[in-house]
């Protein structure tokens, strides 16, 4: 093996100019990217926050898991604005009693809701969708004002509200509950085995593929003098993406296949058995006891309220 | 001493397009321990998933137990239980192998689906993570575990079934000296315990330790020595030939 000339010589840069580059933020593919990967890793943190003491980390799972869907009917059922960030309120105290830092599981909360329900909600303000009293005009048509109603605003919030205290009640099960336990909590309350075992191998190999995207990615970065910006930087991106789909694509299926095959070599043939076991304790029906009463109260106040 | 396995003239192609075995046989005795040697992509890992009944031959026989192992007898859940419980196979890829979402339910996974009830399965787990010395492993979750600590893993579900022959793919690849010795330190032990073993390897260092036999791949993907480990490590020509080191290497022996 001989090497070319050039690569016994020292290089300082690739530019004849010599110029070393300048500095420019992160591409949109760079930060999606980073930014998924730190949601991600937040999971692995959350582990170390179920196993902690707490309210709610002290709760056999089964009855966590049934009193939040319980509530989570309920508040979807509700009406009221009041009684919706009465119950969001509630959340947070329990998230509190749970020794979950309040900043955290607020941002937790509240980093998907200007995504997911405000671009669908924005429009429900504007008195083109909701008809009502203008409270912000903001353009005149054949003689009327258009713009943000009183009606549109209380039905947005009512949507926002509510999607808030549902996506708490589900941060607050996840965040108090090790994901063995609320997998084997999901097994006990009947739900089918292999639709568990599908859940819990998604969650455990998504960190996996997320580590090979993530190689992925820094391998080009460590590769790219360029950066990303700039309409050349974008078209590049965007094949990166359409590879680095395709290449996570081949490892996957690559690795459901040593899956099964490590599955059947210890005698799996389409009927999972898990280990698993729970005991009920006072304290766990006294929760579930508390927990239908809130649900009966919240129901009852907003029948009052809406009449 | 009585045959455990037997392949003869086994042929297998993946995607009938790429040879990984061509015209393979051999024979492994009760409480031998047999390494299969030989450079990437020769075969090694086929063949020790025909061994585990996971792929099987496009021609050719392979006996296990004196039972012939064919796809269509391990679908017959008798056969295939008995086959399952006397047969582990430890991956080289431990994150394929480590797939239940906490450690505990990792290593109980084979007996269960084996039929073993959970309190018998559960004190089994519980003695197997005491021998390996990863009991405060036993709640974590797969990805909260460095390598070494899913190989233990790996290994941990294999052997908390109890099996007769015991496959290990490339078992020190990829493991820190420490986690390395550790692991053949037990391979000698379950050898002492009457174990049959199979390992697939190109690592010669270890392999005096590791094997009572040799079974030599060419990049052709047949077999071309199959000799005790001495002697074959003894054979500079055969290891150069079959890729296990280069030329201006200096083979390491330990005497």
Same mark, same amino acid.
């Given at each position: ?82 009684? !919706? ?123 996996? !593929? ?98 | ?16 397009? /790429? ?45 296990? /137990? ?24 430890? /991956?080289?890829?431990?994150? #394929? ?45 797969? /990805? ?80 071309? #020595? ?30």
């Amino acid at each position: 093996m001989t090497a070319p000339a050039w690569l016994l010589q020292p290089e300082v840069g690739l530019c004849p100019c010599g110029c070393i580059g300048k500095r420019r933020k992160g591409s949109f593919v760079a930060r999606t990217l980073a930014g998924a990967t730190g949601v991600l890793r937040q999971a692995i943190f959350s582990e170390d926050v179920a196993a902690g003491p707490g309210l709610l980390q002290r709760l056999d799972p089964r009855v966590k898991l049934v009193s939040m869907v319980g509530l989570l009917v309920v508040v979807a059922l509700v009406h009221s604005l009041p009684i !919706l960030a009465g119950a969001y309120v509630a959340t947070v105290a329990l998230a509190v009693a749970s020794g979950l830092s309040v900043g955290f599981f607020i941002k937790r909360v509240w980093l998907f809701i200007p995504i997911f329900t405000g671009i669908v909600v924005l429009p429900a303000t504007l008195s083109v969708v909701t008809p009502g009293d203008v409270l912000l005009p903001l353009w005149h048509w054949h003689g009327h004002t258009h713009g943000v109603t009183e009606q549109g605003l209380h039905g947005a919030g009512i949507i926002v509200t509510r999607v808030a205290t549902s996506i708490s009640l589900v941060v607050l099960l996840t965040l108090t509950t090790p994901w063995v336990r609320l997998l084997a909590a999901l097994r006990a309350l009947g739900v089918p085995k292999i639709f568990v075992l599908i859940i819990g191998m998604a969650y455990r190999y998504l960190f996996l !593929l997320l580590d090979a995207v993530e190689d992925m990615y820094t391998a080009r970065k460590a590769r790219t003098l360029t950066g990303d910006a700039g309409r050349d930087g974008t078209r590049a991106g965007r094949r990166f993406v359409a590879a680095g789909a395709g290449t996570l694509f081949g490892k996957a299926h690559q690795l459901s296949e040593e899956i099964h095959q490590a599955m059947t070599a210890r005698g799996y043939s389409g009927n999972a058995r898990t280990l698993s076991g729970f005991r009920l304790r006072g304290a766990d029906l006294a929760f579930a006891l508390v927990a239908a009463a809130l649900a009966a109260a919240i129901l009852v106040a907003d029948y009052k309220v809406g009449r | 001493m009585t045959t455990v396995f037997e392949c003869k003239d086994l042929h297998y192609a993946y995607l009938e397009r /790429f040879p990984a075995l061509d015209g393979v046989s051999l024979r492994v005795g009760q409480g031998e321990t047999v390494a299969l040697l030989g450079a990437n992509g020769c075969g090694k890992s086929t063949l020790l998933k025909l061994l585990d009944g996971l792929l099987f031959g496009d021609r050719g026989t392979f006996t296990a /137990f004196g039972e012939e192992v064919t796809e269509d007898k391990l679908e017959d859940e008798q056969f295939n239980h008995g086959f399952r419980a006397r047969v582990g196979f430890v /991956f080289q890829n431990s994150d #394929a192998q480590v797939f239940s979402p906490s450690v505990r339910e990792e290593i109980a996974f084979g007996c269960l689906q084996l039929g073993l009830d959970r309190a018998s399965a559960a004190a089994r787990v519980e003695d197997v993570l005491a021998m390996l010395d990863i009991a405060d492993l036993a709640d974590r979750a797969p /990805f909260q575990l460095s390598g070494g600590q899913k190989k233990r893993v790996a290994i941990a579900s294999v052997l908390v079934m109890n099996p007769e022959v015991l496959l290990f793919d490339e078992p020190t690849a990829a493991l820190d000296p420490r986690t390395q010795f550790w692991l053949i330190e037990l391979l000698e032990q379950l050898r002492g315990a009457g174990k049959t073993i199979v390992l697939a390897t190109h690592d010669l260092d270890t392999l005096p330790d590791l094997a009572d036999r040799c079974v030599v791949f060419s990049e052709q993907h047949r077999i071309v #020595a199959d000799a005790p480990t001495a002697q074959v490590l003894d054979d500079r020509d055969l290891l150069l030939s079959a890729n296990l080191i280069h030329g201006r290497a200096s083979l390491l022996r330990k005497t």
